[in-house]
């Protein structure tokens, strides 16, 4: 998908469906108080803007399985599939 | 569109026509918290002022097709027409 | 009108009466949620105090013609024509 | 009056009496959201601690006819008269 | 557990059982403003990310048994087990 | 008073007694918004911690006669007389 | 105590009986707005992340009397005895 490139600091994520989140063994409780979600990095902007104006290096690249914070996030659809844009900084961990 | 010069950190979008954004394949579901919308660039501010005084580059450009958040922007109409001043900040992604 | 000289990052703008707006051809809709509005920079600051003591220098100068958000202004008459004391961060554009 | 040394970024401003302020032409509308109120500069601090732990210089002096935000300042009378304590950031302009 | 990389200046931590607790001679009283949480960290991220684009080093790492803020985290399960992915200033202290 | 050594950019005052405050010519109006408060400062911490890790200097001194905010101060007795801690911030003007 | 290390700028306190509160001739009024605390410390992190990289040095050590807030602070039981995690900016000062 070079459809969509994320600005700045942030990233575009395809959510997993509910099948793949149970085929990785990773549960997300739903008493969770900020419950997060799984899904897959589809685009990674050039990186957060420095003080000195430089861009600040990601540790996320595309096709990174990620655990991230739904809050914040901005839902679209394109061709059909769900995705969303996130901060990098919504992305709470890498998995596997 | 010369006519307008955005400052600072800020762009001028003119937001897509309903048909416009059918044929580029994005949709924008109608339960979406914080719904983004599509449009064009039409000019480009001289970036952030940087800490050191100097201007920050920026990563859109006049004609680029965006995702943008509708929140924190300012609508005017311009002989005729309807546009936006945005931050680049609420610039999301560019599409294509 | 060298009578009032703005402070830091601010400047002095002249709104622009009804009939000077619509030659313009600049329409601000009355459905904005935050109405920017059209006027004429009168006096501009020595600009924003940078973290290194110096101050940066501003885009906008006397004479612009300015959309700006009206929203953090103060007004005050003088010699019988009404002035606003803006930051120069809410001067959102340079029209012409 | 050497009698009060303001502290930091603060100015002491002695408020303009009514029938000063018709003399110079400066009139504030009552229906001004936040009510700006014309004065006179009687002591400036040192200035603004800037991060490298220097004194930032500060662009009103002693004697200056200025043109303040109200909010802010804290009240205190000295042998009889009213005075107020306020942020240099509270000055908005210097009138004549 | 290779399984979960946390991203910048966060870390995983398994919360200690109930029974651990005891064992260990800390006992967090139930009228605790903000109650704290005993567990074991299990992954560190590679540091917060400073404003010349280098990353902090931290002061926790994997194994150390910490006292934690629970507020702020984020609860998921892995494998069966329960974790929390936590801001590194979410750590109070290392025991032991 | 070498008893208490305030910490960082904070200083001990000594609120003036109400005859005091007569002798100094300083009044104080009931009506004042944030009404400030005179006294006598006993300790001077040292000073606020710089981006660099260094110390700032501060401009008050042990003696000074103040003017501060008494919003956001500390009280405590020692020795049955009674004492603030404040931020440096917190002080508003030196007086005399 | 060496059984609780505290990280970044955080101190860990024991709080004062009542008895030796009276002894050492502070007092806290029951009407203070935001009640200070006497305790002694026991323990101290290596100090603030500077944006730098480097730790900020601290001006309390092991073994200090001090006065600190309690808002903020973290409270939890150890072998008995009741202790407060708080951040070294709780700490408003030193005393004797």
């Given at each position: 998908m070079a459809k969509i490139r994320p600005v700045g600091d942030r990233v575009v994520v395809k959510p997993a469906a509910k099948e793949e989140v149970t085929k990785s063994g990773l549960v997300i409780p739903?008493?969770?108080?900020?419950k997060p979600q799984e899904g897959t990095v589809i685009a990674v902007g050039n990186g957060r803007l420095l003080d000195n104006g430089e861009r600040a290096g990601t540790e996320i690249k595309e096709g990174d399985r990620v655990l991230f914070a739904k809050y914040g996030g901005t839902e679209f659809k394109l061709d059909g599939d769900e995705y969303l844009v996130l901060k990098e900084?919504?992305?709470l961990a890498i998995i596997g």
């Open positions: 739903d008493t969770a108080k900020e900084s919504d992305v």
